[in-house]
């Protein structure tokens, strides 16, 4: 038996994404619309958990930070996933830990590489 799928079928799908969006739109133009606009020197001030700002904001930050963390993104991502393969382990068989050993193979490479490139010191 073939199952097809209709148009018809995605129609409550479509629904709850108009309700959904029709409710963001509707909350921003009422609270746009209801609430205060008292605006003050104090109000628009950069607030820093209670603690007075001190200097700038734009900054440069060293291009290392953010090496760092895309590096973290990354490998934080691959290693997500091993959890689908750790759930079908015994059903994957030798082949499935024989494509797991390749896949932390080239991570454990690629990692190998980042660290001999000096990317993760501090100076």
Known sequence: METTSLPTDYFPIAIQFFVALGFVLTTMVATHLLGPKRKSKVKLEAFECGIESQGNARI??????????????????????????????????????????????LLLTGFYYIIKKGALKWE
């Open 60 to 105: 440069p930050f060293t291009i290392k930070y953010f090496l760092v963390a895309i590096l973290f993104v990354l490998f934080d991502v691959e290693v997500i996933f091993m959890y689908p393969w750790a759930v079908n382990f015994k059903e994957l068989g030798t082949t499935g830990i024989i494509e797991m050993f390749i896949f932390m193979l």
